[in-house]
């Protein structure tokens, strides 16, 4: 169990989309709150600056000693990765507003200029942190086990003599040595690429030159293993081989120093939100601009002279907004790729996926989901039970229908190479491609010019909305009729994700949550609205948000009536400020709330009067928690739905979702299991609070609860279970 609480990066104090907010005086109750809402006073923390404190999260991991080393690497990997699409997208979106009209300003509920000086102080600390835990902690153990990286004053001369060969034959092509004269031409600097600026001195003249050096880490690995003693594994940075070799270049010059920088671009596409149009091919033109967009991040090396800085300011039109301090390395994704030396044991202790042995084994795959629904909880279960239902749907000559929402597809799916083989033996199938997930635009595009080839039948995105449901639908002929199947999921058809990500998956052939199935895809293929509402599916743009509310609503009805109320929200995001209004108003009346966010949560928890009754936490841990679980007590009759949406503005405003309901109570009751489970987690578990101060939750239990790890032993028994069972034997139909 880990009891490790190192000091926190502190943050100030959380930026409030309502202005002159104070939480200093308690609330007076249900007309104080209803002011407050119509004055947009409530205390509601900026999404963006959560999201960082999320991120904060993650570095926990990194400087956590009970991680093993090389996980803590791979956290500092995530960290960096997560930063980086941080910067090409939201801080790009709050870069952009301040080019705006002074009208358009006062539309906005927050200052850009104030919440990206906020933005840049939270991660130029965060950056620090992420420095010394690498230089201090990281480097030193690594040594402990004998892994050293090394710089370029550390090298022997068997290992500088294999560092020169190995630039020579290796790298020379790439460095694109380019010299730097102030009011010329600028050099381009490729999106997240990796330079080194030059200080240099004539040494004729004495005159100060800079030059820059691509660090070629998009051709060749970051992390060059050199020559070395028996049990000894040294390694250097591609970065420390170009600084070692750089003086070769430039013969006319003395190297005063380096300095590593990388310029990050604009990644959102600027699709207009009409209704008209070829929005593929404007997506297409939009990704060709992705890499040559304006700048969003200058990151340069904290030991950088100012007047270089200031040289490099004017010379790539930098303004102070697009300035970030690190350390001596960037792109520090490339930890991912950190070599291992077959050191396991410095790593996670293999968790293998459990077989879901009611559906891997079963003789029969449609009926034994006939008989009733299924539940598999990936990466604890294996993903196998989903991509047999595709196999089996392909090859079954009885199954003459397929119809699937794609959003994310892993880059070898057997998924899609069944949709394929099914098309080609003549079934009728269907897939709705979400061209724009950001940063899998082009391999969605590639799928689905694939599957035309192969005759499935593929309809694009709407423009203005995305579609971001989870759903499969298998029609399969039986007795002189049909009978429809359905796989709803609260993550992505990518069997790669499956392997990291927690996410629910239901199989069902109940006809009140399949005919809702097909009508969901009646629309996606016309585009035309159902002919009739749905009543069990809640779904993105018809009925999700509205029906959210009410069973709200219902909860706060019955604590006001003095009965039991209880609401249970699992999300990644809670963002959306009508539904933290709708809490805030529930906790109020007296209805107790948890809330495991993994990321944003816009909410504030336990102020007095208004929020303490709500309980919020977020679990980081070494799988991604994905799912979106939503529970309410509803007076006894319990009602949760496993979903695919946030409770985020774009999800409940501006997407298709789905949610569905569970009606095995069997089902529910693990669910619900499980959730209790994180809620109990007093190891990986945070807390969120007004201050983000992420403090790990320490309760005064002897028992140390890791949920992700007492989630896969709960599932684990019961493959136990399954394992003693007689084998299901098919019975005949009524």
Not at 92 to 110: C, F, I, M, P
Not at 492 to 501: G, L
Request: with cysteine; aromatic share 12%; hydrophobic share 40%.
């Amino acid at each position: 169990m880990c009891r490790f609480a190192s000091k926190s990066v502190s943050c100030p104090a959380p930026l409030y989309l309502r202005p002159n907010c104070s939480t200093a005086q308690p609330f007076a109750g249900i007309n104080d709150l209803r002011r407050l809402m119509s004055e947009k006073k409530l205390p509601y923390i900026h999404r963006d600056i959560s999201w960082l404190s999320f991120n904060y999260r993650v570095l926990q991991e990194a400087k956590d000693p009970a991680v093993p080393l090389l996980e803590r690497i791979k956290f500092l990997a995530i960290y960096s990765n997560n930063l980086d699409e941080f910067f090409r997208v939201r801080v790009a979106q709050h870069r952009n507003l301040l080019r705006v009209g002074k009208k358009t300003k006062r539309e906005l509920d927050y200052d850009p200029k104030e919440l990206l000086k906020q933005i840049l102080q939270i991660v130029n600390r965060q950056q620090e942190e992420f420095s010394y835990i690498f230089e201090n902690q990281i480097v030193p153990e690594l040594a402990n086990h004998h892994i050293r990286l090394l710089r370029r004053l550390d090298l022997n001369e068997e290992q500088r003599t294999f560092v020169e060969n190995y630039f020579n034959d290796h790298m020379l092509p790439f460095v694109q040595p380019v010299l730097l004269v102030a009011h010329k031409v600028r050099p381009f600097l490729n999106n997240a690429a990796l330079y080194l600026t030059l200080d240099m001195r004539d040494k004729e003249s004495g005159a100060v030159q800079y030059a820059i050096v691509k660090i070629p880490s998009d051709h060749l690995p970051r992390f060059l293993v050199l020559p070395s003693v028996s049990g000894q594994h040294d390694i250097i940075m591609l970065d420390d081989v170009v600084r070692h070799n750089v003086s070769k270049m430039f013969p006319g010059y003395e190297i005063e120093d380096t300095y590593s920088i990388k310029l990050t671009r604009d990644a959102e596409l600027y699709i207009d939100d009409e209704f008209s149009g070829d929005l593929i091919e404007k997506i297409k033109q939009s990704l060709a601009k992705r890499h040559v967009g304006p700048a969003s991040r200058f990151v340069y090396d904290r030991s950088m002279p100012q007047e270089l800085l200031d040289f490099l300011c004017e010379q790539f039109e930098l303004g102070r907004y697009d300035l970030l301090v690190e350390g001596r390395y960037h792109n520090n994704f490339d930890f991912f790729h950190f070599p291992d030396f077959g050191m396991n044991h410095l790593k996670n202790p293999p968790l293998p996926p459990i077989a879901y042995r009611p559906l891997e084994e079963a003789e029969d795959f449609f009926k034994a989901i006939a008989r009733q629904d299924h539940l598999i909880y990936v990466p604890y279960h294996s993903y196998e039970s989903a991509v047999r239902m595709f196999e089996e749907a392909a090859k079954d000559p009885s199954v003459t229908h397929i119809k699937i929402i794609l959003y994310r597809v892993s880059k070898r799916a057997r998924i899609m190479e069944a949709l394929m083989e099914a098309a080609r033996r003549g079934k009728q199938v269907f897939a709705f491609i979400e061209v724009k997930a950001r940063f899998d635009e082009e391999a969605n595009l590639r799928w689905g010019e694939k599957l035309e080839k192969a005759g499935v039948h593929v309809r694009y995105s709407f423009p203005g909305m995305k579609v971001h449901s989870k759903v499969a639908l298998i029609m399969r002929q039986e007795r002189q009729s049909h009978r429809l199947y359905a796989y709803f999921s609260t993550g992505n058809f990518h069997e790669d994700t499956a392997r990291i990500y927690c996410d629910y998956g239901l199989f069902t052939a109940d006809k009140r949550l399949t005919t809702e199935a097909a009508r969901l895809f009646a629309y996606l293929e016309t585009v035309q609205p159902p002919a009739q509402p749905f009543k069990h599916l809640l779904v993105g743009k018809f009925n999700l948000r509205h029906h959210l509310i009410e069973l709200i609503n219902f909860e706060i009805d019955q604590a006001k009536r003095g009965r039991k109320a209880y609401i249970l929200i699992k999300v990644n995001s809670l963002q959306a400020p009508k539904m933290v209004e709708k809490l805030y108003e529930a906790s109020q009346a007296g209805v107790k709330i948890d809330i495991i966010a993994r990321s944003i949560c816009s909410l504030v928890p336990g102020i007095p009067s208004l929020s303490e009754n709500i309980r919020a936490i977020s679990i980081v841990d070494r799988f991604l928690e994905h799912a979106r679980v939503f529970f309410f007590h509803h007076g006894g009759h319990q009602k949760l739905y496993l979903s695919s949406a946030d409770w985020m503005v774009r999800n409940l405003y501006y997407r298709i979702e789905t949610s569905v309901p569970i009606f095995d109570r069997k089902l529910m009751r693990q669910i619900k299991d499980v959730m209790n489970l994180q809620l109990k987690d007093n190891v990986k578990a945070r807390i969120l609070d007004e201050e983000q101060s992420n403090q790990y939750v320490r309760d005064q239990s002897d028992l140390a609860i890791r949920s992700q790890i007492e989630t896969y032993f709960y599932y684990k028994r019961q493959e136990e279970f399954y394992s003693v069972l007689p084998p299901l034997h098919d019975e005949k139909e009524e």
